[in-house]
């Protein structure tokens, strides 16, 4: 039972380029989020999803697509990075109230 | 508007000692939860402590109680003997059934046990 998991750990970008990173959970849970947190500040949600083939958006969604196309997996996207998007990024999944975090991945992009 | 406001950027604290770390919250759902959790410097998110909005009594995880004032909207964390270990951000967060039990987070507060 690995919890949540999340692809790469660590990442270093130049402006423009994209990628993706993946969310995967083994606990069969329903709702998956995406976060950044930036220095000095809480977790901001990205984008979410309250079930496998939905996503929704959160509190920060420009610049970042998802796609949630099986239940265990939630996939964040940047198409073109941007210096702004230099900061950690969690996800996290749910059933009930508790949230479990993934152990996050840290993007620069320069 | 914030939904979540912790006012304390940083506190020290001696071993041994209690700490309280504040938090406020904004809501007009009856219906959502407040949640503690404790980010060390290697970077994860653990979860300490749930309070329910219709949880009469205030929330017990070993060391960790959660100071429940509902009229006053607040939330406040209290670390009982703390120890060297207990030195990390802390952030307060809540979730509303309106939102999709979205969480909220706050800024987090720094806590620093002193030896």
């Known amino acids: 039972n690995a919890g949540v998991t999340q692809t790469p750990k660590f990442r270093v970008l130049k402006t423009g380029q994209s990628m993706t990173l993946l969310c995967a959970q083994d606990m069969n849970h329903e709702y998956m989020y995406w976060y950044r947190q930036d220095p000095g500040m809480g977790l901001r949600l990205i984008h979410y999803s309250v079930g496998e083939g939905t996503t929704a958006k959160g509190e920060v969604p420009d610049g970042y697509n998802v796609s949630r196309l099986k239940k265990q997996n939630f996939l964040l996207g940047l198409e073109s990075a941007a210096p702004s998007q230099t900061s950690v990024y969690f996800c996290a999944s749910s059933r009930g109230y508790e949230q479990y975090f993934g152990p996050g991945t840290r993007l620069t992009v320069t | 508007a914030q939904k979540i406001t912790q006012t304390q950027p940083g506190m020290f604290v001696q071993e041994k000692e209690a700490v309280t770390l504040d938090c406020t919250y904004d809501?007009?759902?009856?219906?959502?939860?407040l949640f503690w959790y404790k980010q060390p410097s290697s970077g994860e998110m653990i979860f300490l402590i749930y309070?329910?909005?219709?949880?009469?009594q205030n929330a017990t995880e070993g060391r960790y109680s959660l100071n429940f004032q509902k009229a006053r909207k607040s939330a406040n964390l209290v670390i009982s003997a703390s120890q060297l270990g207990d030195s990390a951000m802390y952030f307060c967060a809540m979730r509303e059934r309106k939102n999709d039990y979205k969480l909220s987070f706050g800024a987090g507060t720094t806590v620093t046990v002193r030896a």
């Open positions: 309070q329910g909005s219709y949880d009469q």
């Open positions: 809501t007009s759902d009856p219906s959502y939860g």
